[in-house]
């Protein structure tokens, strides 16, 4: 057998699996000539002692003075952040080379800003991610401390010294540099403590995330993919400020889960799945001491607890792992509720009046700027509770867990502002745009005008906006039944469908929407329209129990009330409508580019038009003739809803396509302009969308067996 590895201090050769063997036991027999630190493997090693000579080649190059304190390493920036109890200097609390301590913070930072990107050729992004690597690697860690009840496995030696809260600097002016900065110390110690965290949270999630081999590059790749794939789509965090030590340990491990699920790699999934094992564990014991937690900038307590909750959320409700997504489902409204608990609703806004001018310090903008940035954050947070409230409620069928037209949250910021790259950036945009604290609330009133109200007209919307209104509007549709009665004080069908009408103009007319912003907000619209003709969750489950189709989509598949004719229903305006919608769906995620193939509501969707499909397809309608040109206000309100106004529609808009088609009076031989669809084949390909859609959201997975099963039914 070739051996081709060396120990360094018996120089006796391993072979590369011998090698792996050492590692995985937690040995680190490579040991830092400067620092006397071990690692598991040489190549880490080789890194890490790149990072030494290029620390101090920069120190004596920005401060010849500098040379008679010790050099500046990571260890060094730790042992003076955490109190490390190996430093003699350190260990009996305040060290009297607290000048030393502050020199070499600031020959750090001056680093960090000297340093190009270029010259920094390490593989991580984060460096700092190899000491995340090695210490779940590690196998002693875990019991160097005891893990109390209810709190986070903190080291006493980082934090019990500091006196500071959890998962936050000992001042402000510790915080390391945004995102966009290679980090390449001063995110030390926050790595270190979340790492810590990962090994010492529970004996058995802990032994479950080392089995699953994560590694430095796989913790790297998926903070960078969080923010450069998830974040788009979901913009909840603001990145141009965030910083990695600010953040609680719950917060980081939810944001690495959901960056596993735009890696490659199929053990990808096993690995996110276990750091949100850890981050779940994490919240459901320590949920009391995190909602005191306050950020440097945060209105109130409990802020990151409420981003936590959420990020959880979403990689639960839409994990191909069944008990993750039942777990999921269990704590739905728990983040609205630590938000009211703490008072977030009741914060007062950013108020626009005290904006700096542009003739302000470099460092005033920077503070009013993250003040802002912290305020507009707590304000998403808790608009992407409401959106996510909405698509568990249409994924599962059931009401919402809160009323959305009574949501007393303003409008968030514009894109625009929220995604400036830099302070006078964004001060720029909040000069020129004009204040708008009109409350959802209010804006759901308005909406609603049995008459058109102007007001309506005078509002631009983002596509956050958007998706937060029409999770208001599948609220009400939730809570109205197979008839289309409405409980007590909700609109109708009828009058949603002139709501939905309205919000469709309004997407058409704001400008300012990016392609793949309107083409994702029209998607969620159009299945919200299609839930408003039919309930599609109801109706899977009215199909997979009449075939006896296996699914795992929901937990409880089963349904107790008499299950309507759906052949029937296929041949009315409704099941034409929703027919029509189902279409709509599937050809904007077919337009939509592959890097914004991945939005949140994209499986609910799809599946909802795959459950339209399959209805016609068993009722024996196939190959269908469809209007080239579709008018979606005719599709919502023709002149047979009892809310269309007859004075809207001219004789021309009487006799349209649409209206035609929803009449059943558009066929081949009247109208032979048409498109024709054969809904067999387009089965096909939404399987196949499906099988796409599955690499980032697992639920996907058992929605394509379910579509697997139809077709053979349809065949």
């Not at 000992?170 to 390449?184: K, L, M």
């Amino acid at each position: 057998m070739e051996r081709d590895m060396e120990c360094r201090f018996c120089h006796k050769a391993f072979s590369k699996g011998e090698h792996l063997r050492i590692q995985d036991t937690g040995s680190r027999p490579f040991v830092c000539k400067h620092c006397k630190r071990p690692f598991g493997r040489q190549d880490s090693l080789m890194r890490h002692e790149k990072l030494h000579a290029r620390t101090e080649n920069a120190r004596f190059a920005s401060s010849p003075s500098a040379l008679v304190t010790k050099p500046v390493t990571p260890e060094s920036l730790h042992n003076s952040d955490a109190g490390d109890g190996n430093d003699p200097s350190l260990a009996g609390g305040p060290s009297s080379d607290q000048g030393h301590n502050d020199q070499d913070a600031a020959a750090a930072a001056t680093i960090q800003n000297m340093t190009p990107l270029s010259d920094l050729d390490f593989e991580l992004i984060w460096p700092d991610s190899e000491d995340l690597f090695q210490t779940i690697m590690s196998s002693d860690v875990s019991s160097q401390w005891q893990l109390p009840l209810a709190t986070l496995p903190f080291p006493p030696e980082s934090y019990s010294s500091r006196n500071v809260s959890i998962g936050s600097p000992s001042s402000f002016d510790d915080r390391a540099p945004s995102i966009g900065i290679i980090p390449s110390g001063g995110n030390h110690q926050a790595v270190h403590d979340v790492s810590e965290m990962i090994v010492s949270l529970s004996s058995s999630v802990t032994a479950a995330a080392g089995s699953t081999s994560i590694t430095s590059v796989f913790l790297d790749e998926c903070l960078h993919m969080f923010f450069v794939r998830f974040i788009p789509t979901f913009p909840v965090l603001h990145r141009q400020t965030f910083v990695f030590r600010e953040c609680t340990h719950p917060l980081l491990l939810n944001a690495i889960a959901i960056g596993s699920l735009y890696l490659g790699p199929k053990d990808a999934v096993a690995k996110g799945e276990a750091l949100w094992r850890l981050a779940h564990t994490a919240v459901a014991t320590s949920w009391q001491t995190l909602m005191t937690h306050r950020g440097p900038y945060d209105a109130c307590q409990g802020v990151q607890l409420v981003i936590t909750s959420l990020l959880g959320q979403v990689y639960g409700a839409l994990s191909k792992n069944r008990a993750i997504r039942t777990t999921s489902q269990a704590f739905r409204a728990l983040g609205l509720f630590c938000a009211s608990h703490c008072g977030m609703f009741n914060c007062e806004p950013f108020s626009a009046s005290s904006l700096l001018s542009s003739n302000a310090s470099k460092a005033e903008k920077d503070h009013q700027w993250r003040v802002w940035a912290s305020s507009e954050i707590q304000r998403r947070a808790l608009l992407a509770h409401y959106m996510l409230d909405g698509l568990i409620a249409h994924m599962s069928g059931e009401p919402t867990s809160v009323r959305h037209a009574s949501n007393q949250l303003g409008l968030p910021s514009s894109e625009a502002a929220f995604e400036a790259a830099t302070a006078d950036e964004w001060l720029s945009h909040l000069h020129t745009e004009s204040a708008d604290q009109s409350s959802f609330r209010s804006i759901f009133r308005i909406l609603f005008s049995p008459v058109d109200d102007a007001r309506w007209l005078g509002y631009t919307f983002s596509a956050f906006s958007f998706r937060v209104l029409l999770e208001g509007l599948q609220s009400l549709v939730s809570d109205c039944d197979e008839n289309g009665n409405a409980a007590v004080g909700v609109p109708t069908k009828a009058e949603i469908r002139r709501a939905l009408a309205r919000v469709y103009e309004s997407i058409a007319r704001e400008l300012s929407l990016p392609t793949s912003d309107r083409l994702e907000t029209y998607l969620r619209w159009h299945a919200i329209c299609l839930d408003a003709m039919k309930n599609s969750s109801l109706m899977c489950k009215y199909v997979c129990n009449r075939y006896n189709v296996d699914q795992h989509i929901w937990a409880n598949g089963k349904v107790t009330k008499p299950e309507p004719d759906l052949i029937r229903w296929a041949n009315t305006d409704d099941g034409r409508r929703a027919l029509l919608h189902a279409v709509a769906i599937q050809d904007i995620i077919e337009q939509l580019p592959r890097g914004r193939a991945h939005a949140i509501h994209m499986p609910s969707s799809l599946f909802a038009a795959a459950t339209v499909y399959s209805v016609f397809s068993l009722a024996g309608i196939v190959t269908v003739k469809l209007p080239s040109a579709i008018d979606w206000k005719d599709v919502l309100s023709t002149i047979d809803d009892p809310s269309m106004n007859l004075a809207e529609l001219s004789g021309a808009a009487i006799d349209s396509d649409t209206v035609r088609y929803i009449r059943g009076e558009y066929n081949h031989d009247f109208c032979p302009s048409g498109a024709t669809r054969n809904l067999l084949y387009e089965f096909n390909s939404i399987q196949k969308l499906f099988g796409c859609l599955s690499t980032q959201w697992g639920v996907s997975s058992d929605m394509e067996e379910v579509v697997s099963q139809w077709i053979s039914l349809c065949h």
